[in-house]
Structures are given as structure tokens and as C-alpha cells.
Antibody, heavy 112, light 110 residues
Framework: QVQLVQSGAEVKKPGASVKVSCKAS????????VHWVRQAPGQGLEWMGV???????IYAQKFQGRVTMTRDTSTSTVYMDLSSLRSEDTAVYYC??????WGQGALVTVSS | QAGLTQPPSVSRSLRQTATLTCTGN????????AAWLQQHQGQPPKLLSY???DRPSGISERLSASRSGNTASLTITGLQPEDEADYYC???????????FGGGTRLTVL
């Protein structure tokens, strides 16, 4: 069965970077889009960007220059790296294959 | 980035029908439709409807999605307690080259 398993919770200081992983299984890794979506406490969903099947990336304008999405096809893992963290980046970060399958989410807390 | 517009909350009684709306423009909802997602507190979202209004396998037939112009709708009939959740719509915006979400609608089943 399709599964997306994300890395664990992180606590970071302002200005630092965080790298969240999303390990896929149960399907052909290079055949589907993998999105990154975040959700601040008590807020709605916010699209950050997507890794396409070919390995290219499309980022939301809001995160351009601060986000980098990469993948390792040998381990079927997609990574999302967010830099220059600020308190407003405190959120649960999700990966999602198309919109059909979602990871469990990774809480990133940015606090001094 | 401009998002899609959803009413913040809708309340209906048990066994009634609720219709949730999602308004965009000709670059997003009006172009390729909207997907619908359900999220219960503390859980990841769950896909309820693809952009073409089809339901994924396992989604109740009580749910149906449709679109008229730039507005997408999700109708839930025979409301049950487990339908109480947050509902989000999402669409690809061709002018932004980005996915956009609605702000979400909290459905309360009385």
C-alpha cells in the first residue's frame, strides 16, 4: 500500500534551516508529483511547492529563495529544506502524493 | 498569493444536507475545477474529490462535487457526526503557476 513517512518534530532557532524528509513506498516513486503543504497552528493549508515526476520543482512565490525541494531516487525520499526560519514558520509540514496520499506531518517549531 | 474563497463555517443538523462552496476565478476553479479535502482535528487531510469531481475509492456516495463557472461545490447528504470536520478546496492556478487553497470551511453537525 502507498505510504509516506515523514521525519520527526524539530525545534529550531530563528535564522536556522530545517530539512524535513518524506519517504515513499508502495508505488513507483518517479511517476507521481509530491507536494509540500504546511499548516500553522489553528490555520488553513498553504501550498509550498511540488516535486514533479521528472525531478523538477515548482515553488510557491512566497517561498522562492527560501525553500529547496530535492529527492533521492535510491531511497524514494523527497526532502524539503526551508531556510532563514522565523516564528511564523512554526507549522506542521506535510508531504502529499498528488492529493491522494499524505504523510503524517512533521511539526517544526521556531523559537528562540 | 490569492487563494480561493470558502465560507468559514457551516452548521447543519444531523441527517440534513450541507453544500459547501469554493469560489475562484477563470485561472483556477473555472479552468480545471477544484479538489476537495477533509481534515479532522490533528489528522492529515483526506482527499474527497478529484478536480474532475470523481470520488476516490472508498469515499462515501453521500458526497458529491460539482462546478458551475468559477465556483466549485461539495454536497454532503444525510449528515453524520463523523462529517464534522474542516473542508478545503484546492485548484491549480494557471496564472500563478501554483496550487491555491481555500481558507477552509468548518462543518458543524448539530
Amino acid at each position: 500500500q502507498v505510504q509516506l513517512v515523514q521525519s520527526g518534530a524539530e525545534v529550531k532557532k530563528p535564522g536556522a534551516s530545517v530539512k524535513v524528509s518524506c519517504k515513499a513506498s508502495g508505488y513507483t516513486f518517479t511517476s507521481y508529483y509530491v507536494h509540500w503543504v504546511r499548516q500553522a497552528p489553528g490555520q488553513g493549508l498553504e501550498w509550498m511547492g511540488v516535486m514533479t515526476p521528472s525531478g523538477s520543482t515548482i515553488y510557491a512565490q512566497k517561498f522562492q529563495g527560501r525553500v529547496t525541494m530535492t529527492r533521492d531516487t535510491s531511497t524514494s525520499t523527497v526532502y524539503m529544506d526551508l531556510s532563514s526560519l522565523r516564528s511564523e514558520d512554526t507549522a506542521v509540514y506535510y508531504c502529499a502524493r498528488d492529493w491522494s496520499y499524505w504523510g503524517q506531518g512533521a511539526l517544526v517549531t521556531v523559537s528562540s | 498569493q490569492a487563494g480561493l474563497t470558502q465560507p468559514p463555517s457551516v452548521s447543519r443538523s444531523l441527517r440534513q444536507t450541507a453544500t459547501l462552496t469554493c469560489t475562484g476565478n477563470s485561472n483556477n476553479v473555472g479552468n480545471q475545477g477544484a479538489a476537495w479535502l477533509q481534515q479532522h482535528q490533528g489528522q492529515p487531510p483526506k482527499l474527497l474529490s478529484y478536480r474532475n469531481n470523481d470520488r476516490p475509492s472508498g469515499i462515501s456516495e453521500r458526497l458529491s462535487a460539482s462546478r458551475s463557472g468559477n465556483t466549485a461545490s461539495l454536497t454532503i447528504t444525510g449528515l453524520q457526526p463523523e462529517d464534522e470536520a474542516d473542508y478545503y478546496c484546492s485548484a491549480w492556478d494557471t496564472s500563478l503557476s501554483a496550487w491555491v487553497f481555500g481558507g477552509g470551511t468548518r462543518l458543524t453537525v448539530l
